[in-house]
C-alpha cells in the first residue's frame, strides 16, 4: 500500500506561482518514475510533467515547458512541481502519480500505479 499525500495549490492571479508538494509513504522499495497530471472541469486528466525518481530525468507537456519545474527530493521522498507564469488555462485540480513496477518516463495515465487526493489550483485573470 502507498500513500501520496499533496499539499500547496490553491489560488493565485495570472502571472503568479505556487508549488505543490507530494509526499510518497508506504511499501515503496523502488521508485521509478512519478509524474503530475492535471484534470480541469469537463475535461479529461491530462500529463503535467514526469521524472525519474533515481536520475532526474524530466519530461513535460509542451503547455508547461518552461513554465513548470518538476523535481525531487529522494530524502524525504517528496516530489515538487513548481509553476510559475501561470495562466488561468492553468487552472484544473493536480493530482501527483507514481510508478512502482516500471521505469516509464510517460505520460501514459495508466502506466501509473497510485495517486494522490488532488488539490485544486485557480488562476485568476
Known amino acids: 500500500q502507498v500513500q501520496l499525500v499533496e499539499s500547496g495549490g490553491g489560488l493565485v492571479q495570472a502571472g503568479g506561482s505556487l508549488r505543490r508538494s507530494c509526499a510518497a509513504s508506504?511499501?515503496?522499495?523502488?521508485?521509478?518514475?512519478m509524474g503530475w497530471f492535471r484534470q480541469a472541469p469537463g475535461e479529461e486528466r491530462e500529463f503535467v510533467a514526469a521524472?525519474?525518481?533515481?536520475?532526474?530525468?524530466?519530461y513535460y507537456a509542451d503547455s508547461v515547458k518552461g513554465r513548470f519545474t518538476i523535481s525531487r527530493d529522494n530524502a524525504k521522498n517528496t516530489l515538487y512541481l513548481q509553476m510559475n507564469s501561470l495562466k488561468p488555462e492553468d487552472t484544473a485540480v493536480y493530482y501527483c502519480?507514481?510508478?512502482?513496477?516500471?521505469?516509464?518516463?510517460?505520460?501514459?495515465?495508466?502506466?501509473?500505479?497510485?495517486w494522490g487526493q488532488g488539490t485544486q489550483v485557480t488562476v485568476s485573470s
Open positions: 502519480a507514481i510508478q512502482l513496477y516500471r521505469n516509464s518516463l510517460t505520460s501514459d495515465r495508466g502506466s501509473y500505479d497510485s
Open positions: 508506504g511499501r515503496i522499495f523502488r521508485t521509478f518514475v
Open positions: 521524472i525519474r525518481w533515481r536520475a532526474g530525468n524530466t
